[in-house]
Structure formats: C-alpha cells, structure tokens
C-alpha cells in the first residue's frame, strides 16, 4: 500500500491503526470484533460489552501486522479468524508461542529491532499501570518504525521514565499514544490519560496522536474532554487519517 505522504497513521477503532511508513503498511493491534461481542472489561465503572462501536467502512489493505500485547481489546477472536494465516505478523517474544499455536506461519518476535522492507522496527518498553497493577496486566510493548521519517507507537503505557528516553533516543515524527485513561474500580489508570499526554506533549517536538478512545467499557477520557484539556494534540475519529 502507498500513500503520499511519507508517514501516515489511519484510526481504525480503539487501537487498531494503519501505519503508512514510506510505501509499508502495518496493521497495528487488529480487534475486528462487532459491536457487543467481546465481554466487559471486570471490575470497572462500565459494564457494556465490547466494542462499544462498529468498525468504520475503510478498506483495510496492510503489508504486515504488529501486535503490540494480546489483551483482547487488541487482538481478539475475529483477527485471528479474518487475518491470513501468512501474514508476517510482529509482537513480544513471550507472545511469538501463541499466534504459532493459533495458525500463523510468520510469527516475527522483535526482541530488538528488525527490518522489514525499508523499515527498521524497533521494540520498546511498556508499563500498562501502576505498581503491582501494572505487573499483573503482564507484559507489553511499544514499538518505533524507522525509515526516512521515524513513528512511535507506545502501546499499552503510562507516562514514565523509558517513554521520555524512547522519545530522546529516536526522536520521533509523529508519535501514538493510547489515551483513554482505562482504569477498574481500584487503583489508578492502566493507559494515559491528560496528565500523561500533556508530559509526552511537552517532551517531544513530533506530531501527538492519540487513539485508544470511546470504544472499550473501561476507557472513561472522552474525545472531548481531552480535546478541551490539551493543546497541539491530535484526537482522530475512527476512520480518520493523519498524515505529514
């Protein structure tokens, strides 16, 4: 797939993104689920099932997928099934088992980095939480893809120490972040929410884009209410594309 601009990112629905970077397409944290058929996420302030929105009518035409953790509100029953089963496919190395158990013949774990086409990808860390919440939640990654123009996305995560040092390190042109500020009833937000998009905001001169929003049950941060709490950040509605 190509695109005139030389880095692009189209939301498909909550984490679901078309990643353009030079003429390569990624697929990010395929959830091709209907409305409704995906349970509630427990212990939290919403009890809809899941996703709480269709699918938007785009085409969905990809040269590889990345998975960056296989929470199902990331890669459910319905990828697996509507996915080839020789996709190259990129995630964790603790998770390479289990898309080789479900089928997948070119299952590429990124302990570090890998290039695929022009792109270099690299794996990057994670923390879905605080404290004991966030080891519970198990492990999760972020990955950058560099070629001419370098994207960050930073998966699953709070604001903390090794996302400002991704940022330094590869200085990214446009960055994802998944906001939301997903939480259970106890303890605190396992994604980001203002507070951590205003940090990741400030931190880099890149193009903020934030997605993870008003399709899950426990992701309680409005599109609105980020829009009306940050400035120079970019909240696309699903089917929406960025480019530069």
């Known amino acids: 797939m190509t695109t005139d601009s030389r880095i692009s990112v189209q939301l498909v629905r909550n984490a679901t993104v078309l990643a353009t970077i030079d003429e390569t397409t990624f697929l990010i944290d395929p959830m091709f689920a209907s409305p409704g058929e995906i349970p509630p996420i427990p212990d939290t302030p919403n009890d809809r099932e899941n996703p709480l929105v269709p699918m938007p009518n785009i085409e969905l035409s990809y040269d590889a997928v990345v998975v960056t953790h296989r929470h199902p509100d990331h890669f459910d029953e319905a990828a697996i099934e509507e996915l080839d089963a020789d996709v190259p496919l990129f995630c964790q190395p603790e998770e390479a088992g289990a898309f080789t158990d479900e089928g997948f013949t070119d299952v590429r774990p990124v302990d570090d980095e890998m290039t695929f086409d022009s792109v270099t990808i690299h794996r990057t860390p994670g923390r879905h939480g605080h404290g004991e919440l966030a080891e519970g939640m198990g492990p999760v990654s972020g990955f950058v893809f560099e070629a001419d123009e370098t994207l960050y996305i930073a998966g699953d995560t709070i604001w903390y120490d090794p996302v400002e040092e991704t940022l330094g390190q590869f200085n990214p042109d446009m960055v994802v972040l998944n906001g939301g500020e997903a939480q259970f009833e106890q303890g605190e937000p396992i994604t980001m929410g203002v507070e951590d998009i205003n940090a990741v905001r400030n931190a880099t001169d890149a193009a903020v884009v934030v997605d993870h929003m008003e399709a ?16 120079d950040v970019l909240v696309p509605e699903d089917g929406e594309q960025i480019a530069l």
């Open 216 to 231: 899950i049950n426990h992701c309680l941060l409005s599109r609105d209410e980020l829009r009306s709490e940050t400035e």
